[in-house]
């Protein structure tokens, strides 16, 4: 019977295992030292290794000539670990046995010796689909196991695991795959096979498994079935539902033109080819993505899945855009990609989006157009800001806080008058608007250095003695002892009302008529001017 390239390639010893050298690293330092704890969760990303590692761990601790971090591979407990029918290596699947009854009857199961090998293990797949009633009556023998018992919790969803479970266990988390590493593994298993492939096919089938490297693996058994002995990287993402960097590149183009009408024959053309409008624009997202971050990055990085001469073609189609432009485009489409996933007419929402990247690459910044209009910043314009580039292999300083320029002191007000107008003009000015009411309707009175206040039961709350010293520094330059009382005031007259600090329809025909205010309103039509302020009153 045919069996498939992931499980025929399986790794059976921690030395064909890529990927991991931290988690291979720990466990091979604990058997070489008989430091074997009783548990592990093993946490990560589908097809990273998580149930082969405990495969191998099995092998390594009930090896002939173990515990070893090399196991033989020829003994009885290697051949029947490798083959799945150890009967001291039980393997549980969670999302079947997750409920109490199977968790008791696993508690039941250890408390008897191995029957031939030296350790019981017990591999619990998809550990965090088991009910919080069976994780409860498994938590005491999970704290204090048998000497010869080991539990091995393998999830994709480490937080859903109980931390009173995971305080007892050592964790390691598994990282996705390196592309690299995918494609160097699957050019070694072609050659074994006999099967023909080329670079650009290998790194199709490794950006299929985004950092899994059982689903890249599924989808190269995948291209053998199709493709037979050569593969080439047409049929590969046709057969996939991937999308080529030509292809993609339409939509770039499209956008350096500024032609909406060829990004609705984008759309025209994926209809008429029955390809799915999701997986384009998911595509789509990523490849925008990529642009960014080679743009940031530059050629030759590991933060791209692709080969050096692909990234090397990104490089040339994203020079032409800034990274704002590429990052407004990115999250376009990924909120476009979102629309989509509960969208009943696909086809709408896709050419909507692609239309909004046309008319998002024509926005300019309002920095640039007011250094436009002004040209080289004539009568005091906004200039564009520019940030000094730090030198390289330095980190540049913080840069020094802006200097803060404090208000100069007040004068003492020389208003004519009384006593009474000087103080409510100051308290106005001040801001202390019910204190300067409430002193309307009362008398002042200096006497001796004193100043008294007279004024009604009414308006006493609000002659606050505080805002009055405020007003008498401001007024006078100098503090004098203040005293409020309830009496019957003798206000001779009110005083004046504030002045207008200028005319406000002057004011307001002044500055229309400035020469950059009416370039502004010429470029900018529907703009409004709502009000006028002159700065200097």
Not at 122 to 132: L, P
Not at 271 to 292: D, P, T, W
Not at 395 to 413: D, E, K, N, Q, R
Request: include cysteine; charge should be negative; proline fraction near 6%.
């Amino acid at each position: 019977m045919y069996q498939v390239i992931a499980r025929k390639y399986r790794p059976q010893t921690f030395s064909e295992l890529i990927g991991q050298e931290h988690v291979r690293t720990t466990i091979e330092n604990a058997i070489s030292q008989r430091r074997i704890a009783h548990g592990y969760i093993f946490s990560g990303q589908r097809g990273t290794g998580k149930t082969t590692v405990a495969r191998i761990l099995a092998r390594c601790l009930n090896c002939i000539n173990g515990p070893t971090a090399n196991p033989c591979g020829e003994c009885a407990s290697c051949l029947e670990v490798t083959a799945g029918n150890s009967p001291d290596v039980i393997e549980i699947d969670a999302a079947s046995n997750r409920g109490i009854n199977e968790m008791r009857e696993l508690r039941e199961n250890v408390r008897y010796r191995p029957a031939r090998d030296r350790y019981k293990v017990f591999i619990v797949d998809e550990a965090h689909q088991i009910t919080s009633e069976a994780f409860n009556a498994l938590l005491k023998t999970l704290e204090e196991p048998p000497e010869w018992a080991v539990f091995i919790l393998c999830t994709t969803e480490a937080h859903k695991v109980p931390t009173t479970i995971a305080s007892r266990c050592q964790q390691f988390s598994f990282r996705s795959v390196d592309f690299a590493e995918v494609v160097a593994r699957m050019e070694w298993i072609l050659k074994q096979e006999g099967i023909e492939a080329d670079a650009e096919t290998l790194a199709v089938l490794a950006q299929a498994g985004e950092g899994s490297v059982r689903d890249s693996l599924s989808a190269l058994d995948q291209a053998i079935a199709c493709c037979g002995m050569k593969l080439s990287a047409a049929d590969t993402r046709a057969l996939l539902g991937m999308f080529s960097l030509d292809s993609l590149a339409q939509v770039s183009q499209a956008l350096l033109e500024q032609d909406s009408r060829r990004m609705l024959d984008v759309v025209m053309e994926l209809e008429r080819n029955g390809r799915n409008l999701q997986h384009f624009c998911r595509e789509l997202a990523r490849y925008f993505r990529n642009l960014l971050v080679v743009k940031v990055a530059g050629v030759n990085t590991r933060l791209i899945a692709a080969t050096p001469q692909e990234q090397e073609r990104l490089a040339e189609i994203a020079a032409p855009f800034a990274e704002e432009d590429l990052t407004r485009y990115l999250q376009i489409t990924l909120d476009v990609f979102k629309d989509l996933q509960v969208s009943l007419q696909p086809r709408l929402h896709l050419e909507i989006g692609l239309l909004k990247l046309v008319q998002a690459g024509r926005l300019t910044g309002i920095e640039e157009e007011l250094a436009r209009l002004g040209g080289e910043n004539p009568g005091g314009g906004i200039p564009k800001p520019v940030a000094a580039k730090p030198a390289a292999g330095r980190i540049p300083a913080a840069a020094p806080p802006p200097p803060v320029s404090l208000p100069p002191a007040p004068a003492p007000i020389q208003a004519s008058g009384d006593l009474r107008d000087r103080l409510h003009a100051a308290l106005t000015e001040l801001g202390m608007m019910f204190t300067a009411d409430a002193l309307e309707h009362s008398q002042v009175i200096e006497k001796a250095g004193e100043l008294q206040f007279v004024t009604t039961v009414e308006f006493k709350l609000a002659m606050d003695p505080k805002e009055l010293q405020k007003a008498v520094q401001h007024t006078l330059g100098r503090q004098m002892k203040i005293t409020v009382s309830v009496g019957e005031p003798e206000v001779s007259a009110s005083p004046p009302a504030k002045p207008k600090a200028s005319n406000d329809d002057e004011t307001t025909e002044r500055a229309l008529s400035h020469p950059e205010v009416k370039r502004f309103r010429e470029k900018f039509p529907d703009a409004h001017v709502r009000a006028v302020r002159n700065l200097k009153e």
